[in-house]
């Protein structure tokens, strides 16, 4: 079964929601910074020297990150500590609530972004309105998301550091989900996000996990802050 997109969002509403502060221009985006992209290079690299065909992710991107910020000048950055029962940003700098997320798979996509696991949403009641509700006050505890990507070549890994604007993501709020799947049981609910009669990215809720997936996130809507090859 195919899934229902949301409702069509107006012009209007995507140049309030993609302002450029949202873009990545505002003053909330003074932590990513020349100086933060030259020593995330830098620590990568460094990664490399001791694991040659394994990006960075989960807690080594998370202490790689943290160290990145110290570097360039960000001495206050430190991971939060957070509990699995209470979930929470990965990293605070200054005020900002970081969401650190990773795409290192050798199927990753030059221009189409997947988020594996935006949130866990396992309890029950299973249902559109629920999971929508719970994603959002997800979403609300992080003031800007930083994804690591990795792109294999035969001869190395294109990289790139992308800021992923949360009042993209926010759009789900309007998302009209149907079932999706053939599985037994809990079924997967998704939907597609519509922009300007374009598929901006579909979330998927899997019945199996609980997970909430972003799928087929169109790379030019998001902030490249910076890309490099790492050879092998």
Not at 19 to 40: A, K, N, W
Request: hydrophobic share 35%.
């Amino acid at each position: 079964m195919k899934s229902k997109p949301c409702r069509d969002v107006t012009l209007r509403e995507v140049r309030e929601l993609l302002s450029p502060t949202c873009l990545c221009h505002g003053e909330v985006m003074q932590i990513y910074t020349d100086r933060l992209f030259t020593t995330m290079v830098t620590m990568v690299t460094q990664h490399h020297s001791l694991y040659a065909k394994i990006p960075p992710q989960g807690i080594f991107f998370e202490a790689l990150a943290e160290k990145a910020f110290h570097l360039s000048g960000s001495l206050d950055a430190h991971i939060a500590r957070t509990t699995a029962n209470a979930p929470t940003h990965d990293l605070m700098v200054g005020e900002e609530r970081v969401s650190l997320k990773t795409e290192t798979g050798r199927n990753t996509r030059p221009n189409s972004i997947s988020i594996t696991k935006l949130c866990t949403t396992e309890r029950e009641p299973w249902n559109a309105e629920t999971l929508i509700e719970r994603t959002c006050s997800h979403l609300a505890r992080y003031d800007l998301m930083l994804m690591l990507r990795a792109i294999w070549g035969e001869q190395a890994i294109h990289y790139q550091l992308i800021d992923i604007p949360l009042d993209l993501l926010r759009l789900i709020e309007h998302c009209q989900l149907q079932e999706v799947g053939n599985r037994q049981g809990r079924k997967s609910l998704g939907g597609d996000i519509i922009i300007n009669d374009e598929t901006a990215f579909h979330v998927h809720f899997d019945g199996s996990d609980g997970k909430c997936q972003i799928r087929n996130l169109r790379l030019e809507r998001c902030q490249i802050l910076g890309e490099w090859d790492q050879r092998f």
